[in-house]
Every structure is written in C-alpha cells, then in structure tokens.
C-alpha cells in the first residue's frame, strides 16, 4: 500500500491547511481525472496561498491545454513565454463573460458576468477586428455572447479576444502613434491590464460591425495582449 506524503502550509500560522496537505503530484492526478474543472481549480485556489500559487503555475495552464490545445500551441510558439503567468487570466478568458457595470465601458447597461461552457475562439474571426495594414497580427476572438433585449440599445454582445506577442504587434505601434489613451478607470476583466480605446483611435474596421449583422446588435470586446 502506498502511503501518500503530506506537506504543511508554512506561510502562514491561521492556514486551514495546519493538518498539512497531498503532494503537488497527487493533486495533479485528481485533477486530471476530473479533466481540469475549472470550478474545481478555482475552490483550490481560495483554500490559501499554496494552493492558489499551484493552481496559477500548474492547474490553470493544464486547464488551457486541454481546452484549446491548438491555440495556446500557436500562443506559446516563435519562442514566445509571455504566456507564462497569465495562465489564470487565459482560462478566465475561455470559460466566463466578464459583463459589465453602470458607469463603465457603456454607461447605460449592467449586465453581470457568468460561465460560458463552451465557446469556439477563431484566429480567422480576429481578422475581422483589424484594419488591413494590421491583419499579419494574430488576434483570436471568441464567438459572440448574446445578451438579447437591453433597453433602447437592443442587443448586446460581448467577444473575448486574445493578442499573439502584442508587445510587437502592428496593433500595438499604431495604438501610440495615433495617441491612444488608457481608459481612466476600466482594466481588462481578464488579466487587470490597462485599457486601451481601439474606437478612440479609430481602428475599429468596418468589417467587424459586417461580420456580426446589424448596426442595432452593440459590441463590446475585451481583449487580452500577450
């Protein structure tokens, strides 16, 4: 009979875990057993500091491996690590629309945020965001998530996105030299980045209002920069 190793939590005295733990191995196994659920990852991470640290480096990555293995392949290559930390953001990202407040990105609309079980993200689609001289970027967006009949505005749809190497992206460079501001106070639900106003400095095409119907259906995009 194997005997499982137990490991005490010493960062701090009032951890529940004072009784000590199962070892990062064992945890693995049960998790992947239970195909990274994410609601399970996010119960660990609220037990104390070890098991949130754990699950943003290990759980959380295992978690967007499995989900959408060929895009974060795509993410993580050309020697590309800025992925690294961001884990617990990028499966935010997959699996929750953020929603939004009054008083923020649409004044008018408060409409709360919830799991999403399953949405397709299309580096095809993420074209459609960009202007011409912007398309050798690589942006995945998710499909819409329609959030029908609020108030005078219609409908409303939320996509999530995520930026290839952002830090060198055509995007990036033309967001300064049109003098893009950061929103004052909004940062991405994601990651807690700064905002910046692709519709302040104009770079929102045509064709991304073409892709999705109608002048009446009002868009809002959270977009991750890796």
Known sequence: MTIMKFHRCIHSTSCVCTKGHLSEEVIFLILQHMNWNPKVIASL???????????????????????????????????????DGNWRALGKLLIICSGCT????FNNYEIPGHFVYKTRFSRTSGKSFLLPQCRSDVLYVSDPCEHLD?????????????????????????????GAKFHPTETCPYCKAKLWSMQQAKMIP?????????????LQRHMMSL
């Open 150 to 178: 609020q108030g005078d505005e219609g409908d409303v749809g939320f996509f999530r996105g995520v930026f290839k190497s952002f830090a060198s992206s055509n995007v990036r460079r033309m967001l300064i030299k049109r």
């Open 45 to 83: 991470s609220c037990v104390c500091k070890w098991f949130d640290d754990l699950a943003k480096r290990l759980f959380w990555k295992e978690f967007c491996r499995t989900r959408a293995p060929k895009m974060m392949l795509d993410l993580q290559s050309s020697g590309s690590h800025s992925v």
């Open 206 to 218: 045509q064709s991304a209002s073409c892709s999705y119907g109608t002048p009446d259906f009002l």
């Open 102 to 105: 009054k008083g923020g990105l």
